[in-house]
């Protein structure tokens, strides 16, 4: 049964009130709790950060809510914090990249099998595709560079294979620019996904821009350039589905909408208690901020705010292994790129993208060089052949 | 000596270098001193007791997941009143020689790539100590499995040990640190990582296992060269820097 609105009306902005303590609790064991709370936890983050982000867009735009957008936005900048510092001190850089992968993987994975445009399903898939491909990269470069395995961080749920090679995924500005739904025709599950996937990605963009820098290694800095250019041009990709034409009050609504269903399928499906309780908790603050948009949608827009955001909301995003779609997906469509809005065989690219891509490749190429000859391996590469050999001959030099 | 190595320059770092704006500062704190500031009912100290008192530990030690499975893989051969501490160790120490293989492959690296380094930075002598630490990792690997756990686990001390040596792939992989600098990296892992094998041979004592324990051994005295190479290295190359 889905999360019906007029039975759950929420917390109370104005009782939204929480003390540090409260806003800093214990962050998530990296060994013990499940990789799916800390996929649940990434997402959060990147949805938070993205109602800011829009929140802010929108004060500057429109002066009759402001009010209201400061206050929703200050208890939400405060929810980001509680979530974003779930993180344990203990999780580098480096694993907490891998996981925003197993992330964007996982959740378009998700999308993608649910989402009822065609157009737009076809959409996931590519950046799907794109983001295994991130993964592997910087598996490869966790290993050879720290010795560590990323598998320890994935838990198993996620492969770690070649996608879409990164070096080829960098395109032309105007060929990450996706046909949007159109408002008035879309189903309210297409709205929600385009939403979940621009603030994840948008948040993976920012993780990366900020974290790039703190590696010492040149190919490491090099890499997260990269990734990171790509990021920003996934931004483009899924930020360009939802429907121009949607008006601010619109879109405020979808996106208190969006923090709705999102905090509803984490509740429903956390297996941690404690982070349960986290959710159930956020999911209350998210049904009185949506009363207030609500409210105000009404007001100022004098219609009724069911036109915009469904009554009943949909079954939970699944958070689960699509091992098996991702791998069906790899066979059949790793060899697309776009051109303009469609989707194409690579042989059909514009120029434009190829140019674009053989300037940014012309001195070299950092993904391709970090994973060359990577095979993930359990307990990390040194466990192959190659390496027990010579650890074979180095026992029997030993004492030298 | 080559050109990474630091030499006198414009270091910015110090309050001497902007003396007039030293003074100001110093000024400023006088105008405004501390003890106007209103006092606050809490401590840094109340604080962090706060968080320690309810803090749980960062995770848990990987177990063998069945009892048929212990029964089979010689988990109960393990003797000595905690065993899990045998396995928390037994995992530090591979990730930690693990790591220690990666660290030698930059420092490696780092000598390949500079044509001016000393002569006695013989490459041979590093490569033959990096297949030695991948030799370690590889027969504790093999140890975890005789005990019956899992060997691609990260145990807690593992986890610990990889936060603490974070910093010592950030000094080897810098392409602007110098070759005495990143030895004086190598040497902390060194000396943590003999310390480590003295603090397992206690414990494979406990457990009687005497085959691993003559392999822990041997690989305890090969760190111990490990130490006094690098250190001897060390020693050579800041010497010799002195003199010129």
Redesign the interface.
């Given at each position: 049964m889905g999360l019906k609105l007029e039975e759950n009306r929420g917390y109370p902005l104005d009782k939204q009130l929480r003390s540090w303590k409260d806003i800093v609790i214990e962050p998530l064991s990296k060994l013990d709790d499940d990789a799916m709370t800390r996929v649940r936890q990434i997402l959060m983050n990147g949805i938070e950060t993205e109602a800011l982000r829009f929140s802010h867009a929108a004060h500057r735009m429109n002066p009759h809510i402001q009010h209201e957008l400061a206050i929703i936005r200050r208890v939400e900048q405060h929810q980001a914090t509680t979530i974003n510092w779930l993180t344990p001190p203990d999780q580098s850089p480096l694993e907490t990249t891998i996981a925003y992968e197993q992330v964007a993987i996982e959740v378009t994975a998700a999308v993608a099998q649910r989402e009822p445009d065609p157009y737009l399903a076809q959409a996931y898939r590519f950046g799907l595709l794109e983001d295994f491909d991130h993964l592997y990269r910087y598996s490869a470069l966790m290993d050879r560079l720290e010795g560590k395995d990323a598998n320890n961080i994935l838990q198993s749920y996620t492969d770690i294979l070649p996608g879409r090679p990164t070096m080829v995924e960098h395109r032309h500005p105007i060929d990450d620019i996706r046909t949007p739904y159109e408002k008035s025709a879309a189903d309210p599950l297409t709205k929600l996904h385009a939403l979940i996937l621009v603030g994840g990605e948008f948040q993976t963009h920012d993780y990366y821009m900020n974290i790039g820098p703190l590696f010492s290694d040149p190919l490491a800095r090099q890499l997260y350039a990269e990734i990171a250019s790509i990021e920003e041009q996934h931004v483009t990709h899924y930020e360009s589905m939802c429907d121009p034409t949607e008006s601010w009050m619109e879109k405020w609504l979808l996106h208190e909408a969006n923090e709705v269903y999102n905090y509803y399928s984490c509740a429903e499906q956390e297996t941690n208690p404690r982070i349960k309780a986290l959710w159930e908790q956020f999911l209350d603050y998210e049904l009185g901020h949506l009363q207030v948009a609500m409210e105000a949608f009404k007001k100022f827009e004098g219609r009724d705010p069911m036109q915009i955001i469904p009554s009943v909301f949909p079954d939970p995003l699944p958070y689960q292994s699509n091992r098996n779609y991702v791998k069906s997906v790899l066979a059949a469509e790793v060899n697309l790129s776009a051109n303009g809005t469609a989707f194409v065989d690579r042989s059909q690219e514009h120029p434009r993208s190829v140019h674009y891509r053989n300037q940014l490749n012309a001195s070299g190429s950092p993904s391709e060089a970090v994973a060359a000859n990577y095979i993930w391996t359990p307990g990390t590469e040194l466990n192959r052949p190659k390496y027990a050999s010579k650890a074979v001959h180095a026992a029997k030099g030993a004492m030298i | 000596m080559t050109h990474l190595e630091p030499t006198m320059g414009k270091n910015r770092t110090g309050a001497q270098m902007s003396p007039l704006m030293s003074a100001a500062m110093l000024e400023s704190i006088k105008e405004f001193p501390w003890d106007t500031v209103q006092p606050t009912a809490d401590s840094a100290e109340r604080i962090r007791l706060?968080?320690a008192k309810?803090?749980?530990?960062?995770?848990?030690i990987p177990m063998p997941l069945t009892l048929k499975g212990m029964a089979r893989t010689g988990y109960e051969k393990i003797k000595g009143e905690k065993p899990e501490i045998f396995i928390d160790k037994l995992g530090e120490r591979m990730?930690f020689e693990?790591?220690?293989?990666?660290l030698y492959q930059a420092l490696i690296r780092k000598c390949e790539m500079d044509p001016a380094r000393h002569a006695s930075m013989d490459l041979y002598r590093l490569q033959?100590i990096c297949?030695?630490e991948?030799?370690h990792?590889?027969?504790l690997?093999q140890a975890i499995e005789a005990v019956g756990a899992d060997?691609?686990?990260?145990t807690?001390g593992a986890?610990?040990m990889?936060?603490a040596s974070?910093g010592l792939?950030?000094?080897l992989?810098?392409?602007r640190?110098s070759v005495t600098q990143c030895l004086e990296a190598i040497l902390i892992a060194e000396l943590a990582d003999t310390d480590g094998w003295q603090l397992l041979i206690d414990l494979t004592q406990e457990t009687g296992d005497e085959t691993m324990l003559a392999q822990f051994q041997?690989a305890m005295?090969?760190e111990e060269?490990h130490v006094l190479e690098i250190r001897s290295l060390l020693k050579e190359l800041t010497l010799g820097k002195t003199k010129l």
């Open positions: - | 706060d968080y309810d803090a749980h530990a960062i995770g848990s990730a693990r790591m220690g293989v990666r033959q297949d030695s991948l030799e990792m590889q027969m690997k060997p691609t686990a990260t807690p986890d610990a990889a936060v974070m792939g950030q000094v992989n810098d392409p640190t041997r005295q090969e060269v």
